[in-house]
C-alpha cells in the first residue's frame, strides 16, 4: 500500500505543479468589463470555447477535480 500512496503524491505533485502553471496563463478576468466595453460581441468572445483560451479553461478544470480528489484520497489515511 505504500507504493500507491507513493505513486499518488507523485501525481499529485505533478498536478501541483501543471495547474499553477496553467493559471498563470490564462488572461485576467476583470469583474464587468466585457459588459462594458462590448468584448462579449466580438469574435474571440462568441468562439471562446474554440479558442486556446477556452482549451485551458477547461484543462485547468479537469485538473483542479483531479487536484481535490487525489487531496481528499490522500488524507483518508487508509493506505
Not at 466580438?42 to 487531496?71: D, H, P, Q
Amino acid at each position: 500500500m505504500g507504493v500507491l500512496r507513493l505513486i499518488l503524491t507523485i501525481v499529485f505533485i505533478i498536478i501541483c505543479i501543471a495547474l499553477t502553471v496553467l493559471v498563470l496563463m490564462q488572461e485576467g478576468k476583470s469583474a464587468g468589463l466585457g459588459a462594458i466595453s462590448g468584448v462579449a460581441e466580438t469574435y474571440w468572445g462568441k468562439n471562446k470555447g474554440r479558442s486556446m483560451e477556452g482549451l485551458l479553461v477547461k484543462v485547468t478544470t479537469a485538473l483542479a477535480v483531479g487536484f481535490i480528489v487525489i487531496a481528499a484520497v490522500l488524507n483518508i489515511n487508509a493506505f
